[in-house]
Nanobody
Framework: QLQLVESGGGLVQPGGSLRLSCVGSGFPLHYYAVGWFRQPPGKEREGVSCISSSGGSTNYADSVKGRFTISRDNAKNTVYLQMNSLKPEDTAVYYC????????????????WGQGTQVTVSS
């Protein structure tokens, strides 16, 4: 079973940046599409971004387009989410998940999930 561990969350001021990492183990991550999801306080989990197993295809939620960038380094079994121009509404627990291609912003498409990392955007 693929195991995923997120890191890089924290407290940041509005307009700031964070880079989240998702490290895979158990199976080579390059077999998997990876999605980033988030769950704001009191709200449903939502898709943020996703990337195909090769890294050749990506997708973003409208709310983060132009601010977030997903990438992967398969040699390091790691997928990244660079988050710039952060807003208070980006506050959430962020999860990464692995599943088969194609990449999709749909939680049910993913089988294996990390435990999440908290991102708080506040002054």
């Amino acid at each position: 079973q693929l195991q995923l561990v997120e890191s890089g969350g924290g407290l940041v001021q509005p307009g700031g940046s964070l880079r989240l990492s998702c490290v895979g183990s158990g199976f080579p991550l390059h077999y998997y599409a990876v999605g980033w999801f988030r769950q704001p306080p009191g709200k449903e989990r939502e898709g943020v971004s996703c990337i195909s197993s090769s890294g050749g295809s990506t997708n973003y939620a409208d709310s983060v387009k132009g601010r977030f960038t997903i990438s992967r380094d398969n040699a390091k079994n790691t997928v990244y989410l660079q988050m710039n121009s952060l807003k208070p509404e980006d506050t959430a627990v962020y999860y990464c998940a692995g599943g088969p291609d194609p990449e999709r912003l749909w939680a049910n498409a993913y089988e294996d999930w990390g435990q999440g990392t908290q991102v708080t955007v506040s002054s």
